[in-house]
């Protein structure tokens, strides 16, 4: 049985859109509407943010708030490695995407020798680089972080020297090699990419498996073909943007995209991922309440949350119905 430690962000700094970081609130809210103890029952460590940056002027055009995305990560990552070096599996909540890469930062920081596999469930491939971002947003790069695939060929942006230098210093967090090689990636309900993903995504055959075939052949099923393709992998990280799902469910999230999963797919999906016993941390993000009415969101996220921790723990029970 997996002993766990939840840890919170509550940053937004990466994020386009503000309030992701009040998603962590958000979802403590819906635990006690649920009246569930999960906040209360498990260790939670909470991680600093550096949130009061944005009262301050963005230097960095194509990576806002790069300096503080750093320190973020740098946070992220520690205490990743502190849990995962004490026997606990780390469940992190984060606010923007961003602070994902820290998290796969912290697990080869702990596991150096170890290849490690991601399942990145989400609307977006988060596959920017400094050099082809089309916002400057760094909630879209943590997967370049992370491989190291700058994808300068397809660059569209001339990120400045000071840009640059803060770029290859997230690169070294944790360790000073590439984290994650891009084909042992797979994507769950990837659909809004721009040209420079797409490239990405051909060039090392990454497999998005779409929400069209969880709908036809069931989330079990291509939960554990996600786990398939990964299986040379020794360990397992799983990242859940909220995204993912449908924005006709909710539109707590900052970037929402048309045609995503339901939250009963995203649970299922989840669930599966999570019982392997390969999996050593599970992420959730981009809760974002104040794009939300009645926190519809957060209710749905804690259920998945919730649930998913139950089968990471291995105390799941079938539900029936
Ligand atoms: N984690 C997220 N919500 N990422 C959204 C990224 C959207 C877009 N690809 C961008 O780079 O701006
Ligand atoms: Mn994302």
Known sequence: MKDIKVLTVRSEIAAGTRGAGMGIDALI???LGQHSSFFNENTIQNIDDVNNILFKNNNFLNAKHIDGVLTM???VSNNTYDTLAGGQTPIV????HSTAAGTISG???AYPNQRLGVIWIDAHADFHSPYTTPSGNMHGM???MVTYVD???EGVNSPNQETIEYWEEIKKVGTKE???KPEDIVFIGVRDTEGPEDVILDKFGIRNISVDEVRKNGPEVMANDALNILKECDMIYISFDVDSMDPTISKGTGTPVANGLTVEEALAINKTLVADEKVICWEMVEVNPTLDQNNIMANNAFKILNET???LKGKSISLVG
């Open 29 to 31: 809210v819906a635990s």
């Open 73 to 75: 990560l740098k946070r």
């Open 93 to 96: 909540l984060a606010g923007d």
């Open 107 to 109: 697990i080869k920081q």
């Open 142 to 144: 943590p997967l370049s």
């Open 151 to 153: 994808n300068t060929e």
């Open 178 to 180: 590439a984290k994650v």
């Open 309 to 311: 921790v139950k089968s």
